[in-house]
């Protein structure tokens, strides 16, 4: 692609170009916006250049002859990137009249590529870093033959229908302003409303669970977060601290010591671990501009957070239990499949080897006794302590980050926590922080993906529209609203003066589940005939029947 870039536009120049899971990518520096007709061209270019087959020859010259070239040639950014490799020689592949500074290895010649598309352009700064000059992106794919590539091409068809930033604007759920700040969510009334029943659920289940609810504030001291070792350890995430009276404040980037002061406000003694403290907490953290991404990356976020404050002999329990309530959770909201990970000890950790043996081994039991398979990440723990992390995997089989459990033995530490023991000795209880859905945000956007907007009727925002064919079956509508709205079902009527197909096709849009279409038939007999979104027609019902079978399908969450 590189080589076909260079040759419709020389002056191009060539910044980076690796391969990723997916495909591939290439970042040039050019005075023009590439267009859909210009990626066509460049298309064109690579298959001209695959069929004159030239090979890939790989060279191995010292660095700073490879200097020279690249600065002959103009081509700035291999000069930069040259000047920080510290290697005596480095490697060239060239194809044709085309070479590019690479690692390789490579493929024997242009004609082995079989199948390729390039998909789309991006900007991209250089570096990623925003104070740097925009670069344009093209990226591609590739597979060793048409089927493979055909396959792969639907499969981002699907997932551009069920992009969640496309529907969150088609079924008014949030927006993120350019006047407000990148990353920065606001819930329309359709959003929200998923949000508070998906809020009102959780609540429930935490109390049922023995959590007690908590709501902290969104600054606090700045000695705080030194104190908690985020200021150390978090800094580059945490936004600049505002001065109050003289006292530095930081906006939250973490729920946890606000749970650990309601801890330490009173004596607590053995008997009553596990102390468990949720809160659906929002916080803030830094992202680069380049990596937010709608729902899925933003910088103010609401945690479904808890913290468990347990003794050491307490934890393969409690993983369990959260392991449980966390499945729980996940299946309620259509995920029956997960990738889960232990995550054992780091080179750097706060605690003892045996503590951190003990507790992995509590995390591995757990897991076992669940039946869960799971790999092992060596090292990948937090530096205070080994970790459960739970990907779902949604309709297209797509894994998403979101639950994680987390050992720590440094936060009781710092803040010097203790419970009474059994023989009335001071003891230092464990902490453990997790997540069941990660962040509402993400959540959130991941739902709107794996159900392509059309939420269960428990969750969709509006459950019935009833329609009107004509004007005199409006009271008839009118009594119908009202009496599924007194049984709690979001209803609404469209009386408006316009054909039924026009009010069916805008229902339908909205994804709305049942549609209640109101004619001459349903007035005179009192029964309804039912629209589903998926354009099946089910009934007639009494209007009684419909709101019972309506009723148990919003209490079996189904
Ligand atoms: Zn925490």
């Known amino acids: 692609m590189a080589h076909a870039v260079k040759e419709l536009f020389p002056d191009a120049r060539l910044a980076i170009g690796p391969a990723t899971d997916e495909g591939f990518y290439y970042d040039f520096d050019i005075d023009r916006t590439f267009t859909p007709e210009d990626l066509y061209l460049i298309e064109k270019k690579m298959s001209e250049i695959i069929n004159r087959n030239n090979p890939f020859v790989c060279k191995v010259i010292p660095r700073e002859e490879a200097v020279?070239?690249?600065?002959?040639?103009g081509e700035t950014y291999k000069v930069e990137l040259l000047h920080e490799i510290t290697d005596e020689n480095v490697t060239l592949y060239q194809e044709g009249d085309f070479v590019d500074l690479c690692r390789g290895p490579h493929i024997e010649s242009a004609g082995q590529v079989k199948a390729f598309k390039l998909?789309?352009?991006?900007?991209?700064?250089?570096?990623?870093?925003e104070k740097n000059k925009m670069l344009q992106r093209i990226y591609g794919t590739a597979f060793t033959d048409e089927k493979d590539l055909k396959k792969y091409l639907d499969f981002l068809e699907e997932v551009k229908k069920r992009d969640h930033r496309r529907l969150g604007k088609e079924l008014e759920l949030f927006s993120i302003g350019e006047e407000i700040g990148?990353?920065?969510?606001?819930?329309?009334p359709n959003g929200a409303l998923i949000r508070r029943t998906i809020e009102e659920f959780w609540l429930?289940?935490?109390?049922?669970?023995?959590?007690?609810?908590?709501?902290?504030?969104?600054i606090a001291k700045l000695d705080l977060w030194k104190k908690s070792g985020h200021l150390d350890f978090y800094r580059e995430n945490m936004y600049s601290p505002m001065e109050i009276e003289g006292v530095d404040y930081e906006i939250k980037p973490m729920n946890c010591p606000f749970h650990i002061h309601v801890y330490k406000s009173s004596l607590r003694s053995y008997k009553e671990l596990p102390i468990k403290y949720a809160e659906l907490g929002t916080v803030y953290r830094y992202e680069r501009s380049g990596v937010l991404h709608g729902l899925l990356r933003v910088r103010g976020f609401t945690q479904d957070d808890a913290h468990i404050f347990c003794r050491e002999d307490q934890i393969e329990d409690e993983v369990l239990?959260?392991?449980?309530?966390t499945l729980y959770v996940l299946k309620t909201f259509g995920f029956k499949q997960y990738d889960t990970y232990l995550s054992t000890r780091p080179e750097h950790y706060v605690g003892t080897p045996e503590s951190w043996e003990r507790a992995t081994n509590a995390l591995k039991?757990?897991?076992?006794?669940?039946?869960?398979?799971?790999?092992?990440?060596?090292g990948?723990?937090?530096?205070?302590?080994?970790?459960?992390?739970?990907?779902?995997?949604?309709?297209?089989n797509r894994p998403w980050q979101c639950s994680t459990i987390q050992v720590d033995f440094n936060n009781p530490e710092r803040f010097d926590i203790t419970y009474r023991g059994s023989e009335d000795k001071e003891q230092r209880p464990i902490m453990i922080h997790r997540a069941l859905m990660g962040s509402l945000e993400r959540f959130f956007g991941i739902l709107i993906e794996h159900y392509a907007g059309a939420f269960p009727v428990w969750l969709a925002p509006l459950q019935v529209k009833v329609l009107t064919i004509a004007k005199r079956h409006?009271?008839?509508?009118?009594?119908?609203?009202?009496?599924?709205?007194?049984?709690?079902?979001?209803?609404?009527?469209?009386?408006?003066?316009?054909?039924?197909?026009?009010k069916i096709r805008n229902a339908t849009v909205m994804k709305v589940p049942y549609l209640v279409i109101i004619g001459d038939r349903e007035v005179s007999e009192g029964n309804i005939t039912v629209r589903k979104r998926t354009g099946e027609n089910i009934g007639p019902f009494t209007i009684d029947k419909f709101i019972r079978i309506i009723k148990k399908e919003i209490d079996s969450k189904q």
């Open 204 to 218: 429930n289940e935490h109390y049922r669970a023995g959590y007690k609810i908590l709501y902290t504030p969104h």
């Open 365 to 378: 039991n757990a897991l076992e006794l669940k039946g869960l398979s799971y790999d092992i990440d060596p």
């Open 68 to 73: 020279k070239l690249f600065r002959e040639k």
């Open 321 to 325: 239990n959260v392991l449980d309530f």
């Open 474 to 502: 409006n009271d008839y509508a009118r009594n119908l609203t009202e009496k599924l709205k007194s049984e709690e079902i979001r209803a609404e009527s469209d009386l408006e003066n316009e054909k039924i197909g026009y």
């Open 182 to 188: 990148a990353g920065l969510i606001i819930w329309h």
């Open 119 to 129: 998909l789309s352009v991006a900007g991209a700064y250089w570096r990623g870093n």
């Open 380 to 396: 990948e723990g937090v530096f205070y302590g080994p970790k459960i992390d739970i990907k779902v995997k949604d309709v297209l």
